[in-house]
């Protein structure tokens, strides 16, 4: 088996990347394989927008800012070839998804609920969403379960050996929530109910327009 070319970001979007070991783990929940659609919101430096297009046969990728989406293209283009069809979109979701999509990776939590309203309508089999705030990740939880759609959580810390003394210490780095799930296949009709009482509910609650999630 060909061993995975490793992940070049010579470009720099000042938010930082998925690190290695997240990314490792992201793509492994998403099951990729060369008859998927992939959609990724939120690609940043392109990072696992790369790891996706070695594995699916199609990624979507949206980003709302153009200079992000431009570090995803010039990024992309470094770790050339890809076996994917790539279209970069600028856009904020839920505006610009695809309704095709078999895979949804959510790097942000920004509008995350309309985003998984949408993969339940459309039927997306696997939804995976990566949290650092541990707030955000209880909303996260509770958006996955009211929709019918939460399958598990993980909570994981990478640490990095350096030499100290002579031995070998550790830096961690911040731990990570995955939450990941998707809509089961005969279960679509009745995840899209439940999807559209709990954005009903959300409206009539609501005092104005929203912000961030």
Do not use: W
């Not at 969403?129 to 955000?136: A, F, G, P």
């Not at 005969?186 to 995840?191: I, L, M, N, R």
């Amino acid at each position: 088996m060909p061993r995975t070319p490793s992940t070049r970001l010579p470009h720099d979007a000042k938010a930082g990347p998925t690190k290695p070991e997240i990314r490792a783990v992201t793509v492994s929940k998403l099951g990729l394989t060369p008859e998927d659609h992939f959609v990724e919101v939120g690609s940043c430096t392109g990072a696992v927008t790369i790891e996706a297009a070695r594995r699916a046969g199609r990624v979507t990728a949206l980003e709302r800012k153009p200079d992000r989406l431009a570090v995803t293209e010039k990024n992309l283009a470094a770790n050339a070839p890809v076996d994917a069809d790539v279209d970069l979109v600028e856009a904020e979701a839920p505006d610009g998804l695809p309704d095709d999509a078999d895979a949804l990776f959510l790097g942000g939590s920004r509008n995350f609920e309309a985003v998984l309203d949408h993969a339940v309508e459309t039927g997306v089999s696997r939804v995976v969403m990566n949290v650092s705030r541990l707030e955000v990740a209880g909303r996260a939880v509770e958006a996955f379960r009211d929709r019918g759609i939460l399958g598990e959580v993980v909570q994981f810390q990478a640490s990095h050996g350096y030499e100290l003394a002579g031995a070998t210490s550790f830096d961690s780095d911040n731990p990570v929530y995955l939450i990941a799930g998707g809509v089961e296949s005969g279960t679509g009709d009745e995840a899209s109910d439940r999807a559209g009482t709990t954005a009903a509910a959300s409206e009539s609650d609501a005092p104005g327009a929203g912000g961030d999630a």
